[in-house]
């Protein structure tokens, strides 16, 4: 019997290895509990004149996105990783920083639950967001499970 008090699920991603872990477990929960999955990702806008930059050119130590493509492709590899077979699943890239993107989203959407992990946050500006969950914890309107990813 699905869990009443979540009936969308949001999960965060920057398309590293571990972020992905984080949606896996967010699929298990929406999937467990029959609600709705948002998966989303922030990144910033292309600068004017700038080819699309691929997620593997930005080096393995940054997974901050740049550009819509870009965005659009992590999360199409986060909801190919395995099967979202009786999941319904919204993807959604939203220009901006990660923890207002999420915690924005989830007021937005009436978001019951965030799910991100505690490793391999970038913010815009390079520099390592371990904060991210926390500064998630202590904003969100919902509950926040912050995966064990490392």
Not at 92 to 99: D, I, K, S
Not at 130 to 135: A, E, F, N, T, Y
């Amino acid at each position: 019997m699905p869990h009443a008090s979540y009936r969308q699920v949001l999960a965060g991603t920057d398309g590293s290895d571990t972020s992905f872990r984080a949606v896996d477990r967010a699929a298990d929960i929406a999937r467990s509990t029959g609600s709705k999955l948002l998966v989303a990702t922030a990144y910033r806008p292309l600068p004017p004149g700038e080819a699309q930059i691929a997620g593997e050119e930005l080096g393995h130590t940054s997974f901050q996105v740049v550009g819509l493509t870009p965005a659009e492709e992590v999360l199409r590899s986060a909801v190919e990783r395995q099967s979202m077979e009786g999941i319904e699943i919204e993807t959604l890239a939203v220009q901006g920083e990660p923890v207002d993107v999420l915690v924005t989203l989830a007021q937005e959407r009436g978001v019951d639950l965030i799910v991100i992990g505690n490793r391999g946050m970038h913010s815009m500006t390079g520099r390592m967001l371990g904060s991210v969950p926390s500064v998630a914890a202590h904003r969100s309107p919902c509950d926040i499970l912050i995966v064990a990813t490392t």
